[in-house]
């Protein structure tokens, strides 16, 4: 069973740019979930989607944004970057029809710098 | 705010040692509880969680946990470590009601596990 997938694995941005991230999940889950790991700030929840629909989203501004499209992958978008943007944003996924306490399966990331 | 607490942002451990890596929630609600491994350059892998049932749940690569409902506790124990264990710990929150989904993480704990 292939696992989470995401690409690119690097992207370099200069400040002001719009980066696009994106993510596969494991066949079969219908949920994604967009992390972001900054230094010194930990992992920090960005956004849910589940059957196309965003769902929640964490303490962002709104150039941060993404999709879910038919087949359940998904992509961050991230609007005038900034440097603090720089960060590893990792994507999970999980199977949301069981409820709450699925687990959930995280990819590699994609490692956004920004210059 | 609901937080989690991961007391120590290092752990050195002699190999073949035990260890026990802390964590505590912020919450009197139901929670699901999770812990996962991060290596270098690599996204999380999910060594275990706790759903609901026995206190004591068991992972792989040989770590458990314990669930203490009454102290808002989920250590993480291993009775002998190797140097392959030398990694980034996060220990994670799901809080069930408020349709959030998203995972709460600690700060991580970096275990260094020394020859």
């Known amino acids: 069973e292939a696992g989470v997938t995401q690409s690119p694995t690097h992207l370099i941005k200069t400040r002001g740019q719009q980066a696009t991230l994106r993510c596969s999940p494991i066949?079969?889950?219908?949920?994604v979930y967009w992390y972001q790991q900054a230094l010194g700030l930990g992992l920090q929840f960005l956004l849910w989607?589940?059957?196309?629909?965003?769902?929640n989203r964490g303490n962002f501004p709104p150039r941060f944004s993404g999709r879910q499209f038919p087949n359940y992958s998904s992509e961050l978008n991230v609007n005038a970057l900034e440097l603090e943007d720089s960060a590893l944003y990792l994507c999970?996924?999980?199977?949301?029809?069981?409820?709450?306490?699925?687990?959930?399966?995280f990819g590699d990331g994609t490692r956004l710098s920004i210059l | 705010a609901q937080s989690v607490t991961q007391l120590d942002s290092q752990v050195p451990v002699f190999e073949e040692a035990p260890v026990e890596l802390r964590c505590n929630y912020s919450s009197s609600v139901s929670v699901y509880l999770f812990w996962y491994v991060q290596y270098p350059n690599q996204g999380l892998q999910l060594l275990l969680k706790?759903?609901?049932?026995?206190?004591l749940v068991k992972g792989i690569n040989g770590f458990e946990a314990e669930f203490n409902k009454s102290q808002t506790s989920f250590h993480l124990r291993k009775p002998s470590v190797h140097i392959s264990d030398t990694a980034e710990y996060f220990c994670?929150?799901?809080?069930?009601?408020?349709?959030?989904?998203?995972?709460?993480f600690g700060k991580g704990t970096h275990l260094i596990i020394q020859p």
């Open positions: 994670a929150v799901q809080y069930s009601g408020g349709g959030a989904d998203g995972l709460t």
């Open positions: 706790y759903l609901s049932g026995s206190t």
């Open positions: 989607y589940d059957e196309g629909e965003e769902r």
């Open positions: 999970a996924s999980s199977y949301r029809g069981g409820g709450l306490g699925q687990p959930q399966h």
């Open positions: 066949s079969g889950h219908t949920s």
